[in-house]
């Protein structure tokens, strides 16, 4: 896990003290290791701080040690006598069973790192070798014996890579921040995106922007090649190398749950390689606690688990989380997020995410990485994408009710809804928590900013996507909408920024693609069996799991006091935020917003306290990283 700069220049030129400052902005994400390859006239290259005359591309890097901790594993790596040169983020967890097939192939190796196989695979299969990697991956590499250029970008997008192109060159990078290295280079909004967050409270949902105007991301599961003697590669002609499909296959619950066992546990077992110590975040639900009770059960690992905990609420998990340590046999570890340390620590929060977000939960998150690494843990599974994988989502328990009934099975909807009712999860028929997926004339007041918006902003308004306006879709469709699109890439980034701002890498079992490709090809019926989300996946799971989270019918999701922390310190910096974001007032009326923060100090109505989480991260994020409108 570690930190991508890349440079492709359009003349020769020795701006080496910029591409270095890229580097010293993501030291966080690599402080195990620094290394920078000059690209000079003809097929040179070289290895160094300093370039030692003009150079017309670079490849840095910083790295976190977890495979072959030895500097055998420094980045950018060289491969074939120089001729290759790589710059890679994550890991490829099967790279083991690649090496030893590459090995019968007659390469050899002088590292135990996956970065080397990557290269070799390359040699042997070129770009058809991503088919082999099972994974979380960003690349780039330079092949000077063929001239070209190929980057690569994991099936779900589990690690970064942008694109920005200036009038010097390319500038590829892991994180936005490392373009205030160029001084040629600002950073502006992306009005349209921007007013998508502010109405419907989506980001990250266009895979190919940014709300930074032309910081263009990799598309998830696709790859770009271009001459090494272009400057300026053609972003749209990125190719995708993998497909999420929906074919559905006729399993019995019996032959399903079989290959949904084995699938994760192989997830799981790939994912404890490692030379460093690995742990696991633990919130006590489902996903988090059978990642735990497999590592623990079925491969002795005696992980310590990292949690956040919210004494004297409701939707304090401490409870489940215990269950799971006494079953299991870990080390529990529990961090306890407030208001005040949030106020204190959102700036840098915001810093490291790069973009905004719209929930002090992220916070939670950013604790617990930050517990691990203090624990010298630098390695966390992480349950991202069980939800979405297994439909595990409130939501989902309607889609499917819809499902039916278009389909006119009515005894079916009701026989489903009965059972739904009185086995399911307890706050199912909770419609004010899905208030963005109501059509508008359903939504509360409380939910809409649209009386605030400026003529601007209006004119940029669009639905995103709303339950109540949609045409006839499958539940598999809104599968792949929530894993492509709509939920997934925001929770993916929160957990990249928050995990590697604190130097922790995460993995995340249930992105395993071929998990997520036997969840697409399960019948519907079989992923609410008795009423319950998730059902099928807890008898697969079986004793690994205590008995009171295979009981437990709530589900909380990843809560924090939200209306409490409003009402005190971090509302105040919120407050003076908003009130002096010039660029927040061209496109909402802040000093409405002013009056929302008191009518909600005062219980009135007004925005509510999601609404106003927002705006205020919106406003902090505006200043922090100086955005022009």
């Not at 983020?89 to 590459?102: R, T």
């Not at 697409?520 to 690994?544: W, Y």
């Amino acid at each position: 896990m570690c930190g991508i700069s890349a440079l492709f220049l359009k003349s020769p030129g020795r701006s080496e003290s910029a591409f270095r400052y890229s580097l010293d902005l993501i030291k966080h994400r690599g402080p195990d290791g620094r290394g920078i390859v000059w690209g000079q006239e003809g097929d040179k290259a070289k290895f160094g701080e300093n370039s030692d005359g003009a150079f017309s591309w670079a490849l840095g890097h910083v790295r976190l040690a977890i495979l072959d901790t030895s500097e055998n594993g420094l980045q950018p790596m060289g491969f074939d006598g120089g001729a290759l040169w790589i710059s890679y983020n994550g890991e490829v967890y099967n790279y083991l069973e690649l090496k030893a097939e590459l090995e019968q192939a007659g390469y050899c190796f002088r590292t135990g790192t996956d970065t080397e196989v990557i290269l070799a695979a390359y040699v042997e299969w070129g770009t058809k070798c991503l088919d082999r990697f099972v994974g979380m991956f960003a690349f780039v590499l330079v092949d000077l014996a063929k001239r070209r250029v190929f980057c690569a970008r994991d099936r779900f997008g589990v690690k970064p890579l942008y694109f920005f192109q200036s009038a010097s060159g390319t500038h590829i990078f892991s994180e936005h921040k490392q373009l205030k290295a160029y001084p040629e280079c600002s950073f502006q909004v992306n009005r349209q995106l921007l007013v998508d967050l502010l109405v419907d409270g989506v980001v990250n949902h266009v895979p190919d922007e940014s709300l930074f105007k032309g910081i263009i991301p990799l598309i998830p599961g696709h790859y770009l090649c271009w001459n090494l003697d272009e400057p300026f590669p053609d972003l749209s002609k990125a190719e995708p190398y993998w497909e999420l499909s929906g074919d559905i296959k006729s399993y019995t619950r019996q032959e399903a749950m079989e290959r949904v066992e084995a699938a994760f546990v192989d997830a799981v077992r790939i994912r404890l390689r490692s030379d460093v110590p690995v742990g696991s975040c633990l919130s006590g639900g489902i996903d988090s606690s059978s990642i735990v009770g497999v590592a623990s059960r079925d491969f002795g690992a005696r992980v310590q688990t990292f949690s956040a905990c919210f004494n004297g609420y409701s939707f304090d998990e401490q409870y489940y989380m215990d269950a799971v340590t006494r079953h299991c046999g870990t080390v529990a570890s529990k961090v306890f997020p407030s208001g005040c340390d949030f106020a204190e620590d959102v700036e840098n929060v915001v810093y490291h995410q790069d973009e905004p977000f719209g929930g002090p939960s992220i916070y939670s998150q950013w604790c617990v990485m930050r517990a691990a690494r203090n624990a010298g843990v630098p390695v966390l599974l992480d349950g991202q994408g069980g939800d979405e994988a297994l439909c595990g989502y409130r939501k989902y328990s309607f889609f499917y009710l819809d499902a039916l009934l278009k389909q006119g099975k009515f005894g079916s909807v009701l026989r489903n809804a009965l059972l739904m009712f009185v086995n399911g999860d307890q706050r199912l028929f909770r419609f004010s928590e899905g208030q963005r997926y109501l059509p508008g004339i359903l939504r509360r007041n409380s939910d809409t900013i649209d009386s605030r918006l400026r003529p601007v902003a209006k004119l940029l308004q669009r639905k995103v996507w709303r339950l109540g306006n949609v045409d006839n879709r499958s539940l598999r469709d809104y599968q792949k909408d929530d894993l492509l699109r709509w939920s997934l890439p925001s929770l993916l980034r929160y957990e990249d920024r928050n995990s590697m701002a604190h130097s922790v890498e995460s993995r995340v079992p249930f992105l395993d693609h071929r998990f997520i490709e036997l969840c697409m090809s399960i019948p519907d019926d079989l992923f609410f069996l008795e009423g319950k989300t998730k059902r099928l996946f807890t008898s697969a799971i079986g004793n690994r799991l205590p008995a009171e989270v295979h009981n437990r019918r709530v589900k909380y999701g990843f809560s924090t006091p939200n209306e409490d922390w409003l009402r005190g310190d971090l509302g105040r910096v919120f407050e003076q935020e908003i009130k002096r974001s010039a660029i927040l007032n061209e496109i909402i009326d802040t000093s409405l917003v002013q009056k929302d923060f008191t009518a909600f100090y005062d219980g009135a109505s007004g925005l509510n306290a999601k609404k106003l989480f927002l705006i205020g991260s919106i406003a902090t994020w505006l200043r922090v990283f100086n955005v022009e409108w």
